[in-house]
């Protein structure tokens, strides 16, 4: 059974950092893509990153662009979001996700962590 | 960047009711949408990929259709258990956007 697991968030101060991980079983990681979606309170959803199975390539929305990096650990079937300066509108759920094929976004997802940005 | 405009943003309907939620591209997608239902304190679940294909384990009540510009979502009869929020979401082309959501709510 394929299962995304993530971790990591928590309350942090404007201007701060933090790192959220996803940890992916139940298939093999290194053949998918896989994706960062963010939803804040009451709000709609929103694409936050995509990586490529390499890695090599990484996708982002100007929202974010320059402030998160996705990165990911094939050996350790992990996919990262380090998230630097961040802002009171960056808080939401966290969600990551796994490609179908790589026109196939989003075909399954994790349960989300909590980022909450905040002094 | 493509928009996706998603109506209605909420809808009530009753139980057996057929019901459609339609989304409409800024520009040409050909068919790289998705579907997605999301219930209260839930991750979203894609239903439908490619604009019409049911997702393995979606009951056959859910379609989808369009291409181009303009998509549609179809709940051939209302179940209990669908009411929720209803994504689409383009893929396309970077940066992937979501429409605003449509709310099906219990007349």
């Known amino acids: 059974e394929v299962q995304l697991v993530e971790s990591g968030g928590g309350l942090v101060q404007p201007g701060g950092s933090l790192r959220l991980s996803c940890a992916a079983s139940g298939f093999t990681f290194s053949n998918y893509g896989m994706a960062w979606v963010r939803q804040a309170p009451g709000k709609g959803l929103e694409w936050v990153s995509t990586t490529s199975a390499s890695g090599g390539n990484t996708y982002y929305p100007d929202s974010v662009k320059g402030r998160f990096v996705i990165s990911r650990d094939n050996s350790e079937n992990t996919l990262y979001l380090q998230m630097n300066s961040l802002r009171a509108e960056d808080t939401a759920v966290y969600y990551c996700?796994?490609?179908?094929?790589?026109?196939?976004?989003?075909?399954?997802w994790g349960h989300g962590t909590m980022v909450t940005v905040s002094s | 960047d493509i928009q996706m405009t998603q109506s209605p943003s909420s809808l009530s309907a009753s139980v057996g009711d057929r019901v459609t939620i339609t989304c409409r591209a800024s520009?040409?997608?050909?068919?790289?949408l998705g579907w997605f239902q999301q219930k209260p304190g839930k991750a979203p679940k894609r239903l439908i990929s490619?604009?019409?294909s049911l997702q393995s384990g979606v009951p056959s009540r859910f379609s989808g259709s369009g291409s181009g510009t303009e998509f549609a979502l179809t709940i051939s009869s209302l179940q209990p258990e669908d009411f929720a929020t209803y994504y689409c979401l383009q893929h396309n082309s970077y940066p992937l956007t979501f429409g605003g959501g449509t709310k099906v709510e219990i007349k």
């Open positions: 520009q040409g997608i050909r068919n790289h």
């Open positions: 996700a796994k490609y179908e094929f790589d026109s196939s976004p989003l075909e399954i």
């Open positions: 490619a604009a019409s």
